[in-house]
Structure formats: C-alpha cells, structure tokens
C-alpha cells in the first residue's frame, strides 16, 4: 500500500510539474516508437493504451488519429489524463481522444471485444503479483477483438540506468542537431537518470515493481490467452517488447 501511494506521488509529481516529458529519455521514446509502429492502423480502428501516463503515445500516432482512428488512454492518474488531453486538443485530435480514468489493478472499466488494438508501454510492471498480473491480460484479451493486437513492454532482468543513457545519447547524437545533443547530454539525461532512472532501477531491485526474462514475459502473455508473434529488445537493452494477437 505504502508503495502505491509513493509511486502514484512519484508520477503525479513527474505529469503536474511536466518532467515526465521533458526528460524522457531518447531510447524511452525509441521504445514506444517500436510499439506504435507495430499498431494495426485503419481509420475504423479503436486503440487502448493502457497506462497511459502523459498519452506520449498520441505524438506519434496523431496523423492516424486525424485520420480518424479512436484512441483510449486509461490511466490511475487525473493529471496524466489531463496532459493527454491538452496534447491532443493541440495536435487537433481532441475529437477521437477518450480518456478514462482507472486503476487497472481493479479491472478494466472498457466493453469485451470492444477495441482493436491494446497497448501496454512501460506500465504493467508495476503489479509485482504475478497471478494479478496475468488476471488483468486475461481481462484484456477479453476486451480486443478476436485478431486484435497486443503489444506490451516492460523492464528487462538487465534494466541499467546508464546503459539507457548512453543508448539515448547515441540516438540524440544521430538527430543532427548539435543544441539538442549538447542539452540532453548535460542537462535532460544527467537529471533523468538521477531521478526517474536510478529511482525505477532501485523500485526493480527491491521487488517493488518486476522486471522480466524474455520468457517470463512470453509465458505470461501466452497464459492470458494471446498468441506471440515477435519479441524485442528495446530501451538500451533494458526491456523487452512482445506482440501478440487475439487468436
Ligand atoms: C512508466 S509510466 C508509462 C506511461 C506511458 N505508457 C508511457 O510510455 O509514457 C506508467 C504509468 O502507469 C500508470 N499506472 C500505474 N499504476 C496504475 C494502475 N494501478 N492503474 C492505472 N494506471 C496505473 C501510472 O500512472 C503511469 O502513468
């Protein structure tokens, strides 16, 4: 209890003060970049992303949402949502942007074979109890429609602060653009590693949050009842990505 409460301060603080986006690591972007361009995009499509946090998500997906495609952000905290929101009104997108406030270790408050695609960023992890964990991809398997697509990342065994940083800044490095380099390389990765990094390292370590084998993960979405069609390696090789279908 005393966690869930530190942890939804450590994110609310993160989303209300906008440090959460300002120092996001360039490899954390590069992983949720591998999850999007993995989403089954149709104008008739509806895509859930489960924890949401701040809908970094939307960024890369806004042409399709323009397009027309739905998209569902679900998150425990009012502020995420809020941030959501005011970036899809500014990206025009405010239209196909829901957002639903839920605390998904509770269930999941969406219509069964409603959505077409589910993505889990990053957010999963956080149930440390196994079997609560797999109950809730049961319960979203429930909600994609058969064929749908899963996508899930969450920290690998080998989660390491610097090796994100040093992955971060050989992708800033690759952004032609020397301002960009020299700031996140003195300012946003040296303050996101001291306090969002090392503090999710810590959290890992003490079996507060779990951090996965590649099997551990493939086992686990293969027992909520999806079938796994790739992995990968992501976020500096500290965690995996595993796509998957609804049979
Ligand atoms: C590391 S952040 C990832 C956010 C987003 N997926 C991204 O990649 O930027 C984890 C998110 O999970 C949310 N979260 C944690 N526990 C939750 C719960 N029990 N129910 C709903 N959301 C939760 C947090 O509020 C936070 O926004």
């Known amino acids: 209890m005393i966690f869930k409460k530190l942890y939804k301060n450590y ?9 959460y986006d300002l120092l996001t690591p360039s490899a954390y972007f590069a992983s949720l970049k591998s999850v999007t361009e993995n989403v089954n995009v149709s104008s008739k499509n509806i895509i859930l992303d489960v924890g949401c946090g701040t809908g970094q998500a ?14 569902i952000g679900l998150d425990l905290l009012k502020t995420g949502l809020d941030r959501t929101k005011s970036k899809a009104s500014s990206f ?7 957002c639903i406030q839920a605390d998904f270790s509770k269930g999941i408050p969406i219509k069964i074979v409603s959505v077409d695609c589910i993505i889990c960023h990053f957010a999963l992890y956080v149930i440390c109890d196994n079997s609560l964990r797999i109950n809730l991809m049961t319960e979203l398997f429930e909600v994609l429609k058969p064929g749908g697509t899963f996508i899930i990342a969450n920290p690998s ?10 992955e971060s800044a050989r992708l800033d490095m690759c952004s032609n653009n020397a301002f960009n380099e020299i700031i996140r390389k003195h300012v946003v990765n ?4 001291q306090l969002g990094l090392n503090y999710i390292f810590s959290q890992l370590k ?11 993960m493939v086992d686990e979405v293969t027992q909520a009842g999806f079938k796994v069609l ?9 965690g995996y990505l595993v796509m998957a279908r609804k049979p």
């Open 11 to 19: 994110w609310e603080f993160g989303f209300k003060s906008y440090l």
């Open 58 to 71: 939307i960024k890369l997906l806004r042409s399709d949402i323009k397009s027309g495609m739905r998209y």
């Open 92 to 98: 025009g997108i405010r239209n196909n942007t829901f």
């Open 157 to 166: 065994k080998s989660y390491d602060p610097k090796s994100i940083i040093q």
């Open 190 to 193: 040296p303050l996101a590693k």
């Open 206 to 216: 003490n079996g507060h949050w779990k951090w996965f084998s590649l099997e551990e």
């Open 230 to 238: 790739s992995t990968k390696e992501v976020y500096g090789q500290s």
